[in-house]
DNA sequence: TCTGGGGTCCTAGGACCC
DNA sequence: TCTGGGGTCCTAGGACCC
């Protein structure tokens, strides 16, 4: 039965207007005469909290040159009357795990790139190459049966292609870029549609004569290497539809972790941004040990009223994962930069991220391994009960909230994060 | 009350060592 | 004496992705 060739195929799978469509099928679902997805709407942040940006739009709001992270106020300019829905992020997580279980029926390698991509692996008979074609048509009409909403398919022979395919027009659409189809459906297409092309790299490309994919990829590599750097050969091998990453089940290992926040009015004081470090440090050191690892680097990053932004981070001697001793890092490192101007937002990050094992071991340190337990048990009893059920005195009556900068707060752990690597 | 939050990777430049 | 020079570690900053 494996007498017949078999190619391999990959599938990138793209929800259309994923926010907005899967508001829109919940409503009609409850029962709401209206279809948002026919509305000039979108999705967006609370302005008042000053998180007023474009997080999805509709295709009437797209039409009114509506952008994906402007902000509402831009988006209101462009089309008064707008509608504005808040998001539900535990929606978006149950309607992005539908789709995977969808896409688990048709590969046993389903790779999920973001919340509303996934790439898969798929084997097709060699000898009819639109069977891959009706493969991703059955795909999308019952991830539109059953799931109400649509997506498009790209189908190509690696990750890349795959994934440029599914830009092409949409929604609702299977498109194919095979490399006997570049020089027809890639190489026109102007340079900033490349993955990996954004808008400083098309800048510059522009300014050498550069204007299409196409162009790129006539370059000598060389050159473009002198351009760009190591990014302009990777973006050279990509005009050439040239890209060997695997579609592999669980994606790359978490490398940082990092908590941010727009913070809803202007911090002037140094104890309440202690405060507000806390209660980011709570969640990123909860994440940090709930993959039992630990972290050598602490950073804190301060973006000021007037939206500068300015970083500040060490190595510290020994790996840390407790909530105290890398709160107590963070202060230090904000003290330390801190120029005294009115903050608008804050942010902890860790990297150099290692396993816990070693520390695990050293506990002839009684003073970490006491905390280590109490992080344990708050971890524990947080899991159990709620993450609302443990929190510091300090935040008693205090305005701020005691866990910061993980939206999705309770099943965040369970799903993957983003990833800018294919 | 105009500009989010989660990531990865690369490079420049300074400190330091031999 | 007219300030070589390579390697490594570290921090800051910028580019890109969704």
Redesign the pocket.
């Known amino acids: 039965m494996f007498a017949e060739q078999m190619n391999e195929v990959v599938f990138h799978v ?1 929800v259309n207007s ?1 926010y907005l469509a899967w508001e829109a099928v919940d409503r009609l679902q409850h029962g709401s005469p209206v279809d948002l997805r026919n509305l000039t709407a979108v999705i967006g ?1 609370d ?2 909290s ?4 474009v ?1 999805a739009k509709s295709g009437p709001a797209k039409k009114y040159g509506i952008l ?7 988006a209101r300019q462009r089309c008064p009357g707008l509608i504005v829905i808040p998001p539900r992020y535990h929606l978006y997580m149950q309607c992005s795990s539908a789709l995977i279980d969808i896409l688990r029926q048709y590969s046993p390698v389903v790779q999920q ?5 996934a790439f898969i692996s798929c084997y097709l008979p060699a000898k009819d190459p639109q069977e891959g074609v009706k493969t991703a048509h059955r795909l999308k009409e019952q991830v539109k049966q059953e799931l109400g909403f649509t997506v498009n398919v790209g189908i190509g022979p690696n990750k890349l292609l795959a ?1 440029m395919a599914s ?1 092409f027009e949409k929604p609702d659409k299977v498109h194919t870029l095979f490399h006997h189809e570049m020089s027809d459906k890639m190489w026109p297409l102007p340079i ?1 549609e ?11 490309l522009r300014g050498y004569g550069i204007y299409t994919i196409g162009a790129l990829a006539a370059l000598d590599p060389a050159l473009v290497h002198a351009w760009l ?3 302009g050969l ?1 973006i050279w091998q990509y005009a050439n539809g040239k890209d060997y990453s695997q579609v592999t089940e669980q994606g ?14 202007d911090v002037t004081d140094r104890d309440t941004a202690h405060q507000i470090l806390l209660a ?1 440090t709570e ?2 050191a909860m ?1 940090l040990r709930a993959i039992d690892q630990c972290t050598r ?1 602490v ?1 804190v990053a301060i ?1 000021s009223h ?2 500068f ?7 510290v001697q020994t790996p840390l994962d407790s909530t105290s001793l890398i709160w107590h890092q963070a202060c230090q ?1 904000f003290d ?2 801190w120029k005294g101007e009115p903050i ?2 804050l ?1 902890v ?1 860790l ?2 991220l290692c396993g816990n094992d070693f520390y695990q071991l050293s506990i002839f340190d009684q003073h970490n391994e006491k905390l280590s337990r109490l992080d344990q048990t708050i971890d524990l009893l947080r899991s159990r009960f709620g993450n609302s059920s443990v929190f510091r005195g300090c935040f008693a009556h205090s305005p701020i909230r005691p866990l ?5 707060q309770e099943q965040e752990e369970e799903y993957p ?5 294919l």
């Open positions: 793209d994923a942040g302005e008042a000053r998180h007023g940006i997080l994906t992270g402007e902000t509402l106020y831009a790139y973001s919340i509303d991509e994934k830009e900033d490349l993955f990996f092309v954004g808008r400083a790299t098309a800048r510059k750097k190591k990014p990777l790359p290992p978490i490398k940082s972790i990092g908590n941010s926040n727009t913070i809803a009015f980011l969640t990123a994440r680097v950073a973006r007037e939206l932004t300015y970083r500040h981070q060490r190595k490192l330390e930069s608008r937002h942010g990050h990297s150099e910061m900068g993980g939206v999705l994060m983003m990833s800018s690597q």
